[in-house]
């Protein structure tokens, strides 16, 4: 990643327009390669922009657990409504193995459905693990920081600092 070189100026100080520095009276254009994020304030070179908070990682796993109950409470659903259409194959011999057939797929389609669904709870976890390790994470560098000195005292006598 490049640095971008600060415009030259004119001889009256103001710069003149380039690809990065337009003129005064034209509004900055974004860059179409460089997408725009909202920013928390001024950025060092290399730092992301994004911002993540612990509680994105709350409510991913809150998501995942809604979207778990729904999957399994729809796919019931569906199940139950083509057992209730009843007994519609027939009597005849390819009546009996379709509804073999039938009775077998609709039980591996529900054992998939419950593997599926006995994935998204160690999901919900390690999202809510990854929270807690966002703050522990946070808390460190805070306590990493330099601490800041007591100001300097004024001497009594001269009023100097001391």
Known sequence: MTTPVPPTPTPSGTPRPSPTSPSPSEPPRPSPS????????????????????????????????????E??????????????????????????TFRKSFSTAMEKAKAYVEALCDVYPPVADRLADMKTSFDVANWATIESLPKVSDPPKLSPKDGQFT
């Open 71 to 96: 999957l399994e409470t729809a796919t019931l659903r569906i199940i139950d409504a083509i057992g209730a259409l009843g007994d519609f194959a027939g009597t005849d011999e390819t009546a009996n």
């Open 34 to 69: 460089v997408p725009t994020l909202p920013s928390a304030g001024p950025r060092g070179p290399g730092t992301p922009t994004t911002e993540v908070y612990g509680s994105t990682f709350t409510k991913a796993a809150g998501a995942f657990l809604a979207e778990r109950a």
